[in-house]
C-alpha cells in the first residue's frame, strides 16, 4: 500500500505503533483469527451465567438490585434504553445479547463474592478442573475472563495486539476457558478456527 494511502485511511497515529505495513496486514490477520474463539467464548458465558441465575434468581434476575451491583443495573438500564431507541422490543433474550462482554465478566469481581461460591462457578463451568490440578475460584476466573476482555476490546477497536508479550499465549488462554465449559467446545472452536 502507497504511504499516501497509509496516511490518508489508516493514519499515521494508528499506524505509527507498527514497524512498517507487514506487521499491520499480520495484525490484521491475527485479529482475524481472534474472532471465532472470542464470538463463542462471549456467547457461551452469557448464556451459561444466564442459565444459572435464571434458575437460582429468577427469569428477571437481571432486575433484582439485591442481587446486582448499582452499575450492574445501570448497564442493564442502558441496555433496555439501546433497545427501546432502536424501536426493538424489550425482551429478556434482547437484554442478554446486548449487554456487554465487560457486564458478564465484572459479575466475577469481588462484589459477587458472596453471591458466586464456588458451587455456583461449578454450575457455569461444568468441566473445571479438580484443585488437585488447578485452582480455578472466582478471582482465578475475573483476571482469566478480565485479560481476555482486555484482548477482545483491543482487537474489537483495532489496535495493536501482535507482539504484545501479555498476548503471546492468548488463543490458549481462551481455549482453556472454553474448556472450563466443555471440552467439545473447545474443541470445536479450534476445529471452526482451523486450529
Known amino acids: 500500500m502507497k504511504e499516501s494511502l497509509i496516511n490518508k485511511f489508516i493514519s499515521n497515529e494508528r499506524f505509527g505503533s507498527y514497524e512498517n505495513i507487514k506487521e499491520y496486514n499480520e495484525n490484521l490477520l491475527f485479529s482475524k483469527k481472534a474472532y471465532i474463539p ?21 427469569e428477571r434476575w437481571y432486575e433484582d438490585e439485591t442481587f446486582l451491583t448499582k452499575d450492574s443495573i445501570k448497564k442493564v438500564n442502558d441496555a433496555k434504553n439501546i433497545l427501546f431507541k432502536r424501536g426493538e422490543k424489550i425482551t429478556k433474550s434482547k437484554i442478554i445479547a446486548e449487554l456487554s462482554f ?9 462484589p459477587y463474592a458472596n453471591k458466586l461460591r464456588t458451587k455456583e462457578l461449578r454450575k457455569i463451568f461444568l468441566n473445571i478442573p479438580p484443585k488437585e490440578i488447578k485452582t480455578i475460584n472466582r478471582e482465578v476466573l475475573y483476571q482469566e475472563l478480565n485479560h481476555i476482555r482486555n484482548f477482545r476490546n483491543r482487537v474489537f477497536h483495532y489496535e495493536k495486539v501482535l507482539n504484545k508479550d501479555s498476548y503471546n499465549n492468548i488463543f490458549d488462554e481462551i481455549y482453556e476457558v472454553l474448556e472450563y465449559f466443555d471440552e467439545e467446545l473447545a474443541e470445536y472452536t479450534k476445529s471452526l478456527n482451523n486450529e
Request: charged share 15%; net charge positive; glycine share 4%.
Open 38 to 58: 472470542l464470538s463463542i467464548l462471549e456467547v457461551s458465558l452469557k448464556n451459561s451465567i444466564n442459565s444459572l441465575l435464571t434458575l437460582q434468581i429468577s
Open 102 to 110: 465487560g457486564f458478564w465478566v465484572n459479575l466475577f469481581k469481588k
